[in-house]
């Protein structure tokens, strides 16, 4: 019986997207048994793709996860994250009377800061591929994959119109592809120098912050970049716990119980620690801001009218590059 056309170009695909990815259990080589299965070749653990999400989680992930996931779908609904499939299309783009607006209004200025340098860096994406790291509902993925580049969305959530999920209007209203993984931030099961870029917006603080810029680290290229945006990072971690606890009390009066704990991270970043943390591990580090130069003068008049006030968090793009 001949394969069609079709069914052969997807296993090409899959076969592509494996030799990218390595067992979650033991890091063992993935193989394609099934268009929608594969199986190390080490500890013969079998991985399947499920509604066109390669499930990469072990039995103890799922369950370690499972009250963060539980908890974060909950408070994403609350807050309005979930519409219509004409929004998501629209982003980074959103009414200014949108409850999300400011968030949007960060990430469109990042966007353009990051597409600017993208295009300065790549001259050519086609045999580039990209990580979009904590990749929530895709709309960076969708970018990163129309710039050209071979895009991979990893998250942990895969529930509801705010997740993972949501990638296939992308795919489909584009004639995109972005590969999608579930799977862990601060171990991702990918393997050593496949990238050329990862991305992370507005998704680092939640995991461990050393051990996601390690891992990072290991899966970029020589010469890869690692771009960090849309994240809170404030100057001392005192204006950060403030602004968790914060947050923490608007989410409790929001949905009627505390929010649980986060994967592994503080909820927001600390620049000093960011810095020589991304140095340690052998990045060249640079921070680019996205602010208006009225915003940076408002700052700063703020700290010297108000001393006691909590500092305001600041969202620039941070470049990690790993040496050549």
Known sequence: MSTSPERLSAGLQVDDLLRHLRCPRCAGTLVRVEP??????????????????????????????????????????????????????????????????????????????????????????????????????????????????????????????????????????????????QASMDQPPLTDNAFALCTVSGAIYYANLEATLASVYRILQPGGILAITDSPIYSKSTYGLQMAQEQRARITSLVGQEPAPLPGGDGFLVWPNLKSTMEQIGFGVQAISVARPLGRIRRLISRVLAPGRREEASFPVILGQKPQ
């Open 36 to 181: 929608d299965e594969a199986s190390c070749t080490v500890c013969h653990t079998h991985v399947r793709c499920l509604d066109g999400i390669w499930r990469l989680l072990t039995d103890e992930q799922v369950a370690r996860y499972a009250p963060f996931l539980e908890s974060y779908v909950k408070i994403r609904s609350r807050e309005g994250w979930e519409r219509n499939a004409a929004y998501y299309l629209r982003l980074p783009g959103v009414d200014k009377d949108d409850p999300q607006a400011e968030v949007w209004r960060i990430r469109r200025r990042s966007l353009r800061v990051l597409e600017r340098i993208l295009q300065r860096r790549f001259s050519s994406t086609q045999e580039n591929w990209a990580l979009d790291l904590g990749a929530g509902n895709c709309w960076l993925s969708r970018r990163l994959a129309k710039l050209g580049f071979r895009t991979v969305a990893l998250d942990l959530n895969t529930v509801g119109r705010d997740s993972l999920a949501r990638g296939q209007l992308y795919i489909e209203y584009d004639d995109l592809q972005i590969h999608r993984i």
